[in-house]
């Protein structure tokens, strides 16, 4: 498995979405989003993603994750149901996790170049 990392941030097509609930064909995508992610996840593709609680315009989600390359992730992003179907827009950044829990309370340390 690849160790690139790249970040996906979403944020919904219509903000009123999160007001005053999604239309029936949103809501279908949303249910085929989160089976999306939930699939890469479970494959070790995906290191987490989860959203914003606010429910206003400044609202967004991240998903984390691992691609052989830019173009993969571009891939894996422009795949995501949300993104495809246009209930969200997707922007793309190469990614690099300094820290989280699992890696200090392990001990394990990487250089970092920053």
């Known amino acids: 498995m690849s160790t ?4 996906y ?3 919904p097509t219509r903000p009123d979405m999160l007001t005053s609930g999604p239309t029936d064909d949103e809501a279908v995508v949303l249910k085929q989003h989160y089976e ?9 593709i995906v290191r987490i993603a989860g959203r914003t609680l606010v429910e206003d315009e ?7 994750f691992y691609a052989e390359s ?3 992730a571009n891939t894996v992003m422009n ?3 949300a ?3 246009g209930v969200m827009h997707g922007e793309l950044h190469p990614f690099r996790i300094a820290l989280d829990s ?13």
């Open 102 to 114: 699992s890696s200090v309370s392990a001990g394990v340390h990487e250089k970092s170049d920053t």
């Open 58 to 64: 400044s609202t967004f989600g991240i998903v984390i």
């Open 83 to 85: 993104v495809k179907l």
């Open 70 to 72: 830019e173009r993969e």
């Open 79 to 81: 795949t995501d149901p």
């Open 36 to 44: 999306y992610l939930r699939d890469l996840t479970e494959r070790g």
């Open 4 to 7: 690139n990392q790249f970040i």
């Open 9 to 11: 941030k979403i944020v």
